[in-house]
């Protein structure tokens, strides 16, 4: 037997999601990553909060990343992706929306930041972008990205979330039910999934 090619199989959503988060505490992070990869998504960026009980530095950090990009490996394998996340190196909040404005690979993306404010809805938030269209551009192109900001146990404090707000961000909501920190991400990177990949023939892990 020859191996006569390779087979092109793309599973990647038509649209680039960094889900940027407060890292859960305990083991819930590894399931978070684990389950934000096997639902397409591009980078995740971990954060530490006011809130936070997980507070990562130094080696430590670095230590948990690697760690945590091996659980994107993973599950890149059993979803049947060929492109892997990014994991990115944990940063603080403040530090990172002072940054991620500039950051080339976000240049262009629309922010949301999870609130239990007065906010639209992630669907109404989702609108103004055309599903057929982002299908066609793969999101290569401005307009196509997205990074949607949420806290880890208790939340953005009221200063970060302003913070976001005044950087620009939009305040998002999920509905009237208090999500937990390694379920809210989750939730919205399957809606944007949902409505942006279209009718597809799903699939089923074994």
Do not use: Y
Request: glycine share 8%; hydrophobic share 45%.
């Amino acid at each position: 037997m020859r191996i006569q090619g390779a087979l092109q199989v793309d599973r990647e959503l038509p649209i680039r999601v960094t889900l940027a988060m407060g890292m859960p505490a305990n083991d819930r992070m590894d399931a978070l990553i684990e389950k934000a990869t096997e639902l397409g998504v591009h980078a995740i960026q971990p954060l530490v909060c006011e809130h936070s009980v997980l507070r990562l530095d130094g080696e430590r950090a670095a230590k948990k990343v690697a760690h945590w990009q091996a659980v994107a490996i993973s599950a890149c394998e059993q979803s049947g992706r060929a492109v892997v996340p990014d994991v990115l190196s944990v940063q603080t909040l403040q530090s990172w929306l002072r940054t991620s404005l500039e950051a080339p690979a976000l240049l262009g993306a629309r922010r949301g930041v999870l609130s239990l404010r007065r906010a639209v809805s992630l669907r109404q938030w989702l609108s103004a972008e055309k599903p057929g269209e982002a299908a066609a551009s793969h999101a290569s192109s401005s307009g196509r990205d997205f990074v949607f900001l949420s806290g880890p146990e208790g939340g953005l404090s009221a200063a970060e979330e302003q913070a976001a707000l005044d950087a620009g961000w939009t305040a998002i909501t999920l509905g009237a039910r208090v999500l937990r920190a390694d379920t809210a991400p989750l939730a919205a990177l399957s809606v944007m999934g949902s409505v942006f990949e279209g009718h597809q023939a799903p699939g089923f892990g074994m």
